[in-house]
Structure formats: C-alpha cells, structure tokens
C-alpha cells in the first residue's frame, strides 16, 4: 500500500502561484508514475499533470500547460511537486495526488492509489 499527502492549498487572487506538494509513505522501494487531478464544485474529476515513473516523461492538459509545472524530488518520485503559475478562477478545485503502478498514466482509472485532496481557490 501506498500513502499519498497533499499540501499547499489555499486562497489566492488571480495571477499568483502556490506550490502543491505530494509526500508518498508505505511500498514506495518501486518508483510509481505520480499524477494530480483535479475536481471542482459540480465537476467530474479531471486529469492536470503527471510525471513518469523514470521522471523523465511530464504530462499536462491543455488547460494548465505553460503555466504549471510537475517536478520530482527524487528518483523514485516519493515527494511530487506541483508549480502553478498565472492562477485563474477557474483553476479553483479540490487537488489530487494520485499514484500508478503504470510507468506512464494521465488516465483517472489508471490510478491505484489516491490522497485525500488540498483546496485551492482562486479569487477574481
């Protein structure tokens, strides 16, 4: 089993930034592909980012590309960091860390293992 923390959150205007970080516990001698999505009020959980299990592979969605960027503290991807940048309101949701046994995953159900959320929430 795998253990997944987020934090970082919080309330900010538009235009800042804030930092998430993913702190992994348990089985984690075997690096894992480690992903965040994302899901806001009355909205289905959406992929944002994920990084692959080697570290080398960086996935984003259209709507987050250039101004977020997923980073790993180490090479097993056991601290997972998420830069955002240019922050919008409609970047407001709850963020989660997610991680795969896959070497490669952007796809929700391709997660096995999932944090318990951090909000954000992005003024106007």
């Known amino acids: 089993q795998v253990q997944l923390m987020e934090s970082g959150g919080g309330l900010v205007q538009a235009g800042d930034s804030l930092r998430l970080s993913c702190a992994a516990s348990?089985?984690?001698?075997?690096?894992?592909?480690v992903g965040w999505f994302r899901q806001a009020p009355g909205k289905e959980r959406e992929f944002v980012s994920s990084?692959?299990?080697?570290?080398?592979?960086?996935?984003y969605a259209d709507s987050v590309k250039g101004r977020f960027t997923i980073s790993s503290a180490n090479t097993k991807n056991t601290v997972v960091n998420l830069q955002m940048n240019a922050l919008k309101p409609e970047d407001t949701a709850v963020y989660y860390c997610?991680?795969?046994?896959?070497?490669?995953?952007?796809?929700?159900?391709?997660?096995?293992?999932w944090g318990t959320g951090t909000q954000v929430t992005v003024s106007s």
């Open positions: 348990g089985r984690t001698f075997e690096p894992y592909c």
């Open positions: 997610a991680a795969s046994r896959l070497p490669v995953a952007t796809r929700l159900n391709e997660y096995a293992y």
């Open positions: 990084i692959s299990s080697t570290g080398r592979n960086l996935y």
